[in-house]
């Protein structure tokens, strides 16, 4: 089915420990988005990429990188995870930066740092 | 820096009740988008309004956008246990990205 990717769905990490979250998108669009959910917080822009080869960051990017590997691909990367990083994490990718048929997320990975 | 606030945080309502969550931005918006996400889920997109003042419905969901384009509202009509989870609200900022709302989380008591 077409749509957004994320691997993996769940994830625990210790304090200090490094991961990469990948996301995949197959409808051909153009910009991809890392969100990030806590409760009452709503969802804040980590990075986003507006198209191939180009990166920015977003409202939260302390303690984050991200590779725009290829039109399909936009990972994100904790190089010294922090408990402040436990959250729910989605991916989001569409057509163009201000697409009026919005955002398709992927369904998400739920990080717990310990 | 911009900033798009949501009221209510929380809302329960007993089945059949109308529910109305708000959206209100520090700045002027060319647009704005609703999602939708179910417990456990990932947002989807529900709308986009773009005109000041208008007004769209999608069977008992109702979206408005304010005349100073500054805020939003979506109102449900007869609430359904299939309408429980959080609406955001989301406005443009710059040219490339969307900031959400805080969202307002709905439950609906059968």
């Known amino acids: 089915n077409a749509g957004v990717t994320q691997t993996p769905k769940f994830q625990v990490l210790k304090t200090g420990q490094s991961m990469t979250l990948q996301c995949a998108q197959d409808m051909n669009h153009n910009s991809m988005y890392w969100y990030r959910q806590d409760p009452g917080m709503g969802l804040r822009l980590i990075y986003y990429?507006?198209?191939?080869?180009?990166?920015d960051k977003g409202e939260v990017p302390n303690g984050y990188n991200v590779s725009r590997l290829n039109k399909r691909e936009f990972s994100l990367r904790l190089e010294s995870a922090a408990p402040s990083q436990t959250s729910v994490y989605f991916c989001?990718?569409?057509?163009?930066?201000?697409?009026?048929?919005?955002?398709?997320f992927g369904s998400g990975t739920r990080l717990t740092v310990v | 820096g911009q900033q798009v606030m949501q009221i209510p945080q929380y809302q329960h309502v007993q089945e059949g009740e109308d529910f109305t969550t708000y959206c209100n931005s520090s700045t002027t918006l060319s647009n704005i988008q609703w999602y939708k996400q179910r417990p456990g889920g990932h947002p989807v997109f529900l709308i986009q309004l773009v005109k000041s003042g208008e007004v769209k419905k999608q069977k008992r969901l109702t979206f408005q956008f304010g005349e100073a384009k500054k805020n939003s509202s979506l109102h449900i009509t007869a609430t359904q246990t299939t309408d429980v989870g959080t609406y955001f609200c989301a406005g443009p900022s710059g040219t490339y990205k969307y900031i959400f709302g805080t969202g307002t989380r709905l439950k609906v008591l059968a």
């Open positions: 989001a990718s569409s057509g163009r930066g201000l697409d009026p048929y919005g955002y398709t």
């Open positions: 990429s507006a198209s191939e080869g180009t990166t």
